[in-house]
Nanobody, 124 residues
């Protein structure tokens, strides 16, 4: 299984950015997907997750209302649209895949495959 994250970059505070994660090697549409992030000197934290069908989502309180997770099962890709970005959103963003189907996990330990990460830098 391979997860390839892309779309990171430098953006000013208040701006928007969309990161993507392309999956291969498993039946993408059967698995929930999540986004996590890790800022310098901090632990990895949950950002958002989406069920295999796309009908159920979960967000960290810190991004709720600003970030939107979505997926296109035909393209084996999950997206994270980030609006109203803040300097504290600066981090390496990782996508991950989980076999959980009844809910969208928030714990990183429930995800079994991880992408390499893409850096998002928000300047003030």
């Amino acid at each position: 299984v391979q997860l390839q994250a892309s779309g990171g970059g430098l953006v000013q505070a208040g701006g928007s950015l969309r990161v993507s994660c392309a999956a291969s090697g498993r039946t993408f549409s059967s698995y929930a997907m999540g986004w996590f992030r890790q800022a310098p000197g901090k632990e990895r934290e949950f950002v958002a997750a989406i069920r295999w069908s796309g009908t159920g989502t979960a967000y960290a309180d810190s991004v709720k209302g600003r970030f939107t997770i979505s997926r296109d099962n035909a393209k084996n890709t999950v997206y994270l649209q980030m609006n109203s970005l803040k300097p504290e959103d600066t981090a390496v963003y990782y996508c991950a895949s989980t076999p959980r189907i009844a809910y969208v996990p928030r714990l990183g330990s429930e995800y079994d495959y991880w992408g390499q990460g893409t850096l998002v830098t928000v300047s003030s």
